[in-house]
Every structure is written in C-alpha cells, then in structure tokens.
C-alpha cells in the first residue's frame, strides 16, 4: 500500500515539474523571440535551450511512473 502512495506522489511531483518546465520554456521563447535584436548572434543559443526546456517538459507529461 505504500509503494502505491509513493508512486502517487511521485507521479503528481513528476507532472508538476513537467509543466513548470514547459512554462518555464515557453515564457523564455517568447521573450527571446520578441527581443532578437538585442541577443543578436546569442538568440540561437537561447532558442536550442528553451525549446530543448519545452521538450523536457513534454516528456515528463508523457511519461509513465511504474
């Protein structure tokens, strides 16, 4: 009966951290494609993590704990 309680709780921390992730990500892209002209050559850098941020996110959304 623990385990099943453990699981739970790591399953809902697990989906939090996903979506914290993804807004995380999303809310830097947009400030980073909205302020390009100031980043300049370094706004592609920025892009590659955040996206890889969003992605992460998704992941952790999707995934199964057993």
Avoid: D, H, P, W
């Amino acid at each position: 009966m623990s385990e099943e309680q453990g699981s739970f709780g790591l399953n809902l921390a697990e989906k939090f951290f996903g979506i914290i992730l993804m807004a995380i990500g999303a809310i830097g892209l947009y400030y980073t494609l909205t302020s390009t002209t100031v980043l300049l050559s370094a706004s592609g850098l920025f892009v590659i993590l955040l996206i890889t941020l969003i992605a992460l996110g998704v992941v952790l959304l999707t995934s199964k704990t057993e």
